[in-house]
Every structure is written in C-alpha cells, then in structure tokens.
T-cell receptor
Framework: DTEVTQTPKHLVMGMTNKKSLKCEQH?????MYWYKQKAKKPPELMFVYSYEKLSINESVPSRFSPECPNSSLLNLHLHALQPEDSALYLC?????????????FGEGSRLTVL | QQQVKQSPQSLIVQKGGISIINCAYE??????FPWYQQFPGKGPALLIAIRPDVSEKKEGRFTISFNKSAKQFSLHIMDSQPGDSATYFCAASKGNQGGKLIFGQGTELSVKP
C-alpha cells in the first residue's frame, strides 16, 4: 500500500465554521506533512511532523491547527478561515523527516472559504 | 538562497519531440533534487530524483542532467507523449530537513498529437 488518503476531497466552509481535514497512510512512514497549493502555483510547506512531534511550522496562522494522533494519522483543524485560505491542501508522508527522500502526496482536499 | 528558479513557465511540444525544463538553485547545502509530476486534480508524484554526486540519471524516457558547478539541473523527456501533458515541478531539499521541499514555480507541459 503506497497511498496517502485524504478526506474530504472537497470542503466548502464559512468564515465562522470549524472543520477538519484528515490524512492517513499505512506505509510505516514516520514523517507527515501539510502543504498548501494555490492554483497554478507550487506547493508550499505548512507543517512537518516527525515521529508524531511537530518539527516544522512555517509561520502558519493559528487558524490552522495541526494534530498527529498517531504515526498513521494527520489532521488539520480549521477555524475562522479567510477567503484567501481557499486552496488545495496536500498531505504527504516520507520515511523520515530528517533524511532526504521521496515524499508521497495524497490527492488533496480542495477547500473553498466563503 | 532558498529559491529554486524554474523555466519555462509553459511548454508546448509535438508528440515524439524532446521536452526540456530547467532549474537553478543558490543554496549549496541542497543535496536532493527531485522532479514531481502533477496532473489536474491530483497530488504531485515523484518522477525522478538525483543527488549531487552524479551528473546524470535516466529512467525510461526521463533524464535528469545535473551541473553542480553551475548549480543547475534539468529534466529531459524524450519521445514526449500526450499522456505526459502535466505540470512539472523541480524541487530541492537538504539533508537535515529532508521533507522540506523547496519547489520551483512549475512548468505546464502540453504535448500535441
């Protein structure tokens, strides 16, 4: 199984809503990532979890709150988002966060903030 | 110093032709240079990657050429096919932050039949 599974695929929320994005992998990877991708732009790193601990936060606003319940799961909690936060949110995983190697990306959750 | 510059922004190639995408970097601490392919509505997928101790790596129709002294690397797609039409991102990362990929701006490739 070489898949990273993300749910939901599409999400529409208002600026006052609270929602969560979920990500799961069963490849035994110990690093998991959230990337944000705007249309026709490259992915931008938001957070890195290594061995279930937050190791990188790229100065992301606090309205995005990551959570790593175990080595297979990664959540991104969303609260009081702005319309400019509308984007494709990509989850990825790799064997390790401290050694270079392949990142496996999910298909993403497309978020629209009204 | 963290940037990776990619060109061209878009590329149109006839079927059977060679597609060439170029990238340049500044940070000499980078030690891993992957290329990702992304189809519309999908996440990026690793196509091929190279480390700075080799100058070329070939996998099927895809070749990375790496010039360490010039701090440049490029992707060559031989015998380009319509199914290769996608957005291609070069990227770079360094050993102690392996998952922190610094992406180029992307190249939208269209292969015409």
């Amino acid at each position: 199984d070489t898949e990273v599974t993300q749910t939901p695929k599409h999400l529409v929320m208002g600026m006052t809503n609270k929602k969560s994005l979920k990500c799961e992998q069963h490849m035994g990877h110990r690093a998991m990532y959230w990337y944000k991708q705007k249309a026709k732009k490259p992915p931008e790193l938001m957070f890195v979890y290594s061995y279930e601990k937050l190791s990188i936060n790229e100065s992301v606003p606090s309205r995005f709150s990551p959570e790593c319940p175990n080595s297979s799961l990664l959540n991104l909690h969303l609260h009081a988002l702005q319309p400019e936060d509308s984007a494709l949110y990509l989850c990825a995983s790799s064997l390790s966060g401290s050694v270079t190697g392949e990142l496996f990306f999910g298909e993403g959750s497309r978020l629209t903030v009204l | 110093q963290q940037q990776v510059k990619q060109s061209p922004q878009s590329l149109i190639v006839q079927k059977g032709g060679i597609s060439i995408i170029n990238c340049a970097y500044e940070n000499t601490a980078f030690d891993y240079f992957p290329w990702y392919q992304q189809f519309p509505g999908k996440g990026p997928a690793l196509l091929i990657a190279i480390r700075p101790d080799v100058s070329e790596k070939k996998e099927g129709r895809f070749t990375i050429s790496f010039n360490k002294s010039a701090k440049q690397f490029s992707l060559h797609i031989m015998d380009s096919q319509p199914g290769d039409s996608a957005t291609y991102f070069c990227a770079a990362s360094k050993g102690n932050q392996g998952g922190k990929l610094i992406f180029g701006q992307g190249t939208e490739l269209s292969v015409k039949p």
